[in-house]
Structure formats: C-alpha cells, structure tokens
C-alpha cells in the first residue's frame, strides 16, 4: 500500500468547499492551508500525548466595538504543553502555534516545528485555536454561527488575530512569564496570521515563522495566474509529455461529454462514484487532483512525480483520456470508485473559509487563456461579488487585507519598519507566487527552498527528508535563536 | 485688554466633561487635547483662506465587522489645501493631520505646524476629521448618536486610524499620488493616534509627529500622580510661597463652607455666577484652573506665572482664599462674575470625549495623600467602572489600549521594530508625564523642551516664540525633511 493509499482516507477533510477548478466558475479558489500530515497524524488514535493540556479562555466576541453585544463571550479553546518549558525564573521562550482555518486538534501532533523544536529552546508549546473553528465557535455549531448574519460578521482575521494577542497576555500575566518571549508560528493562512501578528502586536510576540503564507496574493499585487503558472511548472518540469497530456485533456473531455451519452462514457472512463452531471465535474476534480498534488508535491513520494509516472507509464497508443486516469490511479491508488465530488465535502474548513473568503479574503486567482496547462478562467470581482452576495448578503471587502495589512511596495515599506519575521516558502508549491521570496531587511527575511511544497517546513519530520529541507528547518531554528539571544542580551542590559 | 481676557470668552469650547477636579469623584480626569490657539483662530471670522476646500468621504462604519449593520456609510468631512503642493509628479509630500475629540475647524488654522510647513515640503495639506465630531457624525447629532447604544460603540481609536487609513489611500489613488510620502501629524489625543498610525499602518503614513501624546498613561506604565505632579511641580518652580498657599486653600475652603451660610461667604468672595451648592464646585473649579494653567502655561504670557503674579501680589495680611481669588483675577482677567460650571459645558468635546474615556481611552490619573498640591483623590477603577456602566451600560476595557496598541516596555519593543515617529513634549505640561520622553532607537525620538507646555510645537508661529521654542520646531523639520530624504533615495534605488 502506497502513501497515496494511506492519505486517500483522509482527503476529504483537507480542501476548501471553493477548491474546485476555476474553470467551472471564475471566483473559486485553489484549497489554502490544509496541513496534509497535521491532520493525517490528529486522527491516529493515542497519538497525543497526555503532557497536552485543554483550556478555555473566555474571549471577547467584538475587539473593535462597545456595542453591548461586542461584550458578548465565547468560549477559545487552546492548549499547552509544559513538558520542556524552561520555566518564567529564566524568561524562556513561549512558541505559540496560531490556529487556521480548522479545528486544532490535527495542529498539535501535526506541527513539528513545536514538538520537535521545544526541547531545545526550552519552550512552552502554547496552540490557540482560530474563532468559528473547532471547540471555539461561538454560540453553537459553525453551520448556525454562519446561519446568522450578525454572529458571523466577527468571524475575520482582525478580530481573529486581537483574540490571539488579548489570550498570549493573559497567558504570560497568568504564568508571571511577561519576559518570556514569544514566537508566533503559523502555516498559510495560519502563516499570513502569524506575519500580520508580528506586524500590528510587536509588543506581544518578538518574532513570526509565517510558512508558506501567500500574503502579496491580494489586489492584484501577485498576477492572478500565479497560482496555477507555478502548477504547470510542476508538470512540466516533471514531464514535458505529461503536461501536454493533461493540457490537451480538457478540450478532449469536453469534445466526448458532447457527444451522445457522453457523460456516461466519461464517468465509465474515470470510474466515477456517482454519474457526471456535466463535464466541468471532472474536470474540477482533475484540476483540483493536479493543485493538491503540487501543492503537496513532498517528499519521499513527490505526488506530481506519481501523477506523471502513471500518465508518462500508460501503455503505447493509449488514449489521452486512459492516460490521464493512469495519471489518476497512480496519485490515488487504486480504488473501487473516484468520487468527484471529493474536494466539496462540507467540512470546517470549506464551510467556514468559504465565508472568510467572501467577507475579506479575496485572493484573485485566475487564469489567462494560454499561461497555464489549464482551460482559461480569469478572475472576475463582478461575479465573485454577486454570487457572495447572493450567498451571505454582503459584499467582499477586496481591498481590506492590504488597506489594514499592507501587501503593496512591501519591500520599501518594511525595509525600514518592522523586523523579526520569516517567511518560508518552497518554490515548488503554487501559493509561493505570493509569498515573500526576497529578503526585506535584515531580519525580515526570506527563507526558501527550491524543491519544497505548501508548509513543509512545520510539518513533522521524516527519516527520508532530503537535505535541503533538513538544512531549511535548521537555518529557521538558528535565526529564531539569533532573536531570542539579542532579546535575552538587551533584557540584560536593561537590567543593569 | 491681556490675553488671558482674549481667551476667556472662547474657553467653554476647550474642556472636557471629567476636566472638573478629581477631588470630588476619583475617575474624573483633567481635560486632555484642546489646541487653545486652534480653537480659538477658528473662530475669527474669515480668517480661514478659500485654499482650504472641504469634502466628504463614504466612510465605512465599521471595518472590522461583516455585519449587514458594519457596511452603512457615514460622511466623514476633510478638507485639503492644495496651494503649496508640488504635485504627484514629483511624488511631492502629504501632510496630514489626524482629527482629534473635536470638530475639525479649528484645526485649519490653528495648527501652524501644516500651515507654515507645507511651502517649505511643497506638501499636500490634508485634514481629516475624527468620527463622531464636527461634521462626521454617523447619522445626526453626536447626543443622538450617543444615546444609541449600538451606534455609539463603533465610536473608537482602532475604528478611527482605520477611517484615517482608508480615506489616505483613497485619497493617493485618486490623487495619482501612490508615491507620495505621508506624514501623519496630530496631538494630544490626536497625537497618540498619529503614534498609532504609524505603528498600525506603516504602508500608508512614512511618519508620525505626536505632539504631546500620553500613549504611556495607561494601564499604570505611567504613575497616578504623574499628572498632577507636575502641575504642582510647576507651580512650586514658579513660586514656593504661590504653591504653599493653593496647598493650604482646600481646607480652608472646606472650613468655610462648613460655618454657616459658608457657602454664600465663598460664593460672595469668589463672585461665582450662580451661588455654589457645595464646596466642591469651587474646589473642581480651581483645580480645572490651575490644571489648565499648567497644561497651557505657554510663552508670552505663562498661565502660572499670571496665577502666582496675582496670589503673591495680594496684599499683606490678605486672607487666604483673598489670595487664591487674586490669583484667579490674574489669569481670568476681571469679569462681571466668575462661572465655576465653566469647564463641564455639554460641547462636543466633553460629549464625545467622556464615552471614549469610558469605553477604552481609561487613562488612571488621580493623587495619593501627599504628592502634590492637591487633595488626596486615587484612582478607583471599581467606582470608575460602576460610573460608565451606570451611564453607558457598558464597561470600560481598561487594558485595551496596551493590548492593542502597546506600551509597556516601549523602548525594547520599539527599539528593533517601527521607525520615523518622533514624541514631541513640553516637560511643563502634565501630559508629558505619560509621554515619550527618551529616544527609542535612531528614528523613533523624543524631541522635548524643558519649558514648553501642552501641543505648543504644533501651533501657530507667533513672533513672541522664544529660542527654544523655535528650535525644537526647527529639529522636527529637520527630521522629517531627512525621513524623506530617504526615502526619495529608497524609491530612485528600486526604480534603477
């Protein structure tokens, strides 16, 4: 059984309800955070250890308002591990893992760069769960909390983020641990979180590892292909056969899905678990199969490899279409049936980004009509607004990340302000096109590797772990250190 | 006719609610921003130039929420002056000044700092006025606006620097203007909110000047007394015998009102307008004066020292509260009466500013038994709490604006982190005690004088200035001048 074979089960949980191809509609958006092995190891049964602690902090609902209800609490859950903390005599450093877009539970044996890092900075391991997620949504479940067009209105990253610092001062006044200093640490969407914490609460963490954070993929700062231009380039640096396969298969889907009982020779083809309704179900799934893999694109297995040994492998004369469902079986395995419908599933993650996505997060991504190895699909705000609109009542607010973050001449901006702030990347993953690939200052600093995928480098690791991403994790750990030891010398100084 | 006779009759406008004495009730606080000069220009006839050109913005109410409610707009006046400008060509600069707890009137003519700056940038004078003053308040009057208890909770700091934030951007793309430089000038209250906004925003402002903004008098960073010491200190350097008699006076006020008919003795020997009720309204009313005195105590005239004139040239053997009233005479100038409900007027300011204080702006000023001149009067954040709810239903969020903002700490936090902000103070102002008053690292400074008093550097140029006076105003130029040097240097780097 291959590791396609092990993930298979779980996949369900790790894309976005809008993960589907842009093809079928122009304001859906590639899968964001999900932390494949984070969540796969959640849901080994006995793998947490019992040195993880549960509490509850009763959060402010409403940050920026004194309306009687903004006094509203809920209950955030976040945990704690004490194991190899140092202790608050001798100001040892707090890491703290900022919860994305998913329940937490899969965080805390999924995140690495915690666990594996915490003994040697003597670090207390603090996971804080995102608001509307998981144990920590107010007021009932997220379906009802997004039923309600009042409650779900605080359900954004600003508010989200001051949840993050009101509980880390209240943890460090709690622990008597106010020298301690804090490392923020997030992945994605959790990354961008984590970089825009350093950024608006200097005071409250000393220091952010924003991996895989795609934060200049906001009005228009990153072109809107660059999502699937690095996709392509997966493939096609992979196999030059392979992705003129996959880039000819959509006009052959659509040429057989037109003729007479078309979609039932598709859905044979493909071996799809439920009749194809129309074309654009398959070819939003192969789409999503091609982001995911090189999203995902790891080592030891490296899924965009797999997917092109099985298209490139199809025995001589095949037809495209037998090729491409090679190129399927191979990432997938072999299974009784491929359910298309896969990367909808209504979980969390889909359900919730989903609102985030339609009330701030408006990464326009798209695609022009000979850039990728997809069918052409620009990003068109008109239509993403209506049908947001239609879905929630209001409208997106595209151009909020960068009015309250910044994004624009980030260089120039924060070359000079700010510091303290990694960003890592690997190329390879297609949400690298809007990340910080250059160093800006000093200490705001770029850290990526070539070969990498979407947050590798907070997710466990492995004994096959090529070097280049054992020497990535290593330079992280050491500049994080270099904080830590100037803060300790200047704290001293101050103590003189 | 003196200047202080000139001023008198525009003084209702400058105080706020709480500026009465602590003495009576623990959580009154002094008054805290009113620019006397700005007021009191605005209110000349015509002495406003047809090159300021007002205008309204579509402001959103509420940035940080996605309820249907949050996307209602209000009309948020500003007002430019293009005359010096040197244009988006040239990416000449913006100077923008920061509304503060009043309508922006004022403000146009009395904050020289712009006025008489902007040839010397060839900058863009820009105003913008602060939600809920002036001609800015969401749907009708500020007591109306107040008395909702939904609508008055957006009425905030963070909401505020937003409004400032996307209006500066609206403004530069309008402008063409996306390279031009923006420093952010405000004070008092709208100093720390230019502090801020430097901090919060550093992709829209290059720069913040603060002038005379406390940012350290919460959360107790700053002592209680940090306040009223002053005020004492200055009256004691002025004059030891001036400082011991207004020491003595509170008793003695208190022993006369408790003889009987007392209160009419003291409404007769202080010609008050209305008879006094208690002892109190004198007392608060006296503390307002001598507060405002020192807060103001600015060159040609220097309040204290019209104060201290009067009681040390009462004549020998004058009665205590003879003295004390001299000493009123000498700075209020002799008037038909005396009117002790002076500073607790219902303007906007005192309107507005008394819910800030409530809800987030809780600055803990009060006196312990025997540190200043005053009478004992703690800081009670239990009662002080109890009043806000009583009067707002709400509590206030005493650690809000350290969570938010920051503070403790400031100079390790700030040291590796932010730039361009300078702190301006006048160590005779009380305000300065909860000021920034040491450099925080090369570009984050604290330019004081040690005889200057509350937002001096900011108003207008008068040919009486002192040396001092005009060059601290010359070193904030010259500052700023080389922030944008630099980054002119930055912005041709990047275009080669």
Redesign the interface.
């Known amino acids: 059984m291959n590791s396609a074979t092990i993930l298979l089960q779980w996949l369900p949980l790790f894309f976005l309800l809008f993960s589907t191809s842009v093809s079928s509609s122009p304001h859906k958006i590639p899968k964001l955070s999900p932390l494949l092995e984070t969540i796969l190891a959640s849901t080994k049964p006995g793998s947490l250890s019992d040195d993880f602690k549960t509490f509850f902090y009763n959060q402010t609902l409403?940050?920026?308002?004194?309306?009687?209800?903004?006094?509203a609490i809920f209950q955030q859950r976040y945990v704690i591990n004490f194991k190899h903390w140092g202790g608050a005599n001798t100001s040892s450093p707090i890491l703290a893992y900022l919860g994305a877009e998913a329940p937490l539970d899969g965080d805390l044996t999924g995140v690495g760069f915690l666990t594996e890092n915490a003994p040697r900075f003597n670090a207390l391991q603090v996971y804080i769960e995102h608001r509307y997620y998981g144990k920590s949504i107010p007021f009932g479940t997220l379906e009802e909390a997004l039923k309600n067009?009042?409650l779900?209105?605080?359900?954004?990253s600003?508010?989200a983020i001051?949840d993050y610092?009101?509980l880390l001062?209240y943890l460090k006044k709690n622990l008597t641990a106010q020298h301690s200093p804090v490392i923020v640490v997030g992945g994605s969407y959790g990354g961008m979180l984590a970089s825009w914490f350093r950024l608006?609460?200097?005071?409250?963490a000393l220091g952010a590892l924003a991996s895989s954070a795609p934060i200049l993929y906001f009005d228009h700062i990153t072109p809107q292909n660059g999502y699937y231009s690095i996709v392509t380039k997966d493939f096609k640096e992979e196999s030059e056969s392979c992705y003129r396969a996959i880039r000819e298969s959509w006009a052959e889907i659509d040429l057989v899905a037109s003729q007479p009982d078309g979609l039932s020779i598709l859905s044979h083809q493909f071996n799809t678990c439920a009749q194809l309704n129309k074309p654009s179900e398959l070819k939003d799934y192969l789409d999503s199969v091609y982001s995911t893999a090189a999203q995902y694109n790891h080592p030891p297995n490296y899924p965009v490899t797999q997917i092109c040994g099985g298209i490139d492998g199809a025995p001589k004369g095949s037809h495209l279409l037998s090729k491409i469902f090679a190129g399927l079986v191979a990432y997938k395995g072999k299974k009784p049936c491929y359910d298309t419908d896969q990367y909808n599933y209504p979980t969390e993650t889909n359900i919730g980004y989903g609102w985030q996505r339609c009330?701030?997060m408006v990464m326009p991504i798209g695609r022009g009509s000979n850039d990728t190895m997809f069918p052409p699909a620009p990003f068109d705000l008109g239509n993403f607004t209506k049908d947001c609109k239609t879905q929630y009542?209001?409208?997106p607010?595209p151009?909020?990340v960068?009015?309250?973050y910044?994004?624009?001449?980030?260089?120039?901006?924060?070359?000079?302000?700010?510091?303290?702030i990694i960003f890592s990347n690997g190329l390879r993953d297609p949400y690298s096109s809007g990340g910080v690939l250059e160093n800006i200052s000093e200490?705001v600093l770029a850290v990526y590797t070539v070969n990498g995928s979407h947050c590798l480098d907070i997710i466990l690791e492995k004994q096959s772990d090529p070097e280049w991403l054992i020497q990535q994790r290593s330079t992280e750990v050491q500049i994080i250190e270099g904080w830590i030891a100037?803060?300790y010398a200047?704290?001293l100084l101050?103590k003189k």
């Open positions: 409403d940050h920026f308002n004194y309306r009687p209800e903004s006094y067009a009042s779900r209105g605080y359900f954004n600003a508010q001051a610092a009101e001062l608006k609460y200097p005071h409250i009330s701030e009542g209001v409208s607010r151009h909020w960068t009015t309250y910044g994004g624009h001449d980030i260089k120039t901006v924060l070359n000079k302000f700010a510091s303290n200490t100037k803060y200047d704290l101050l």
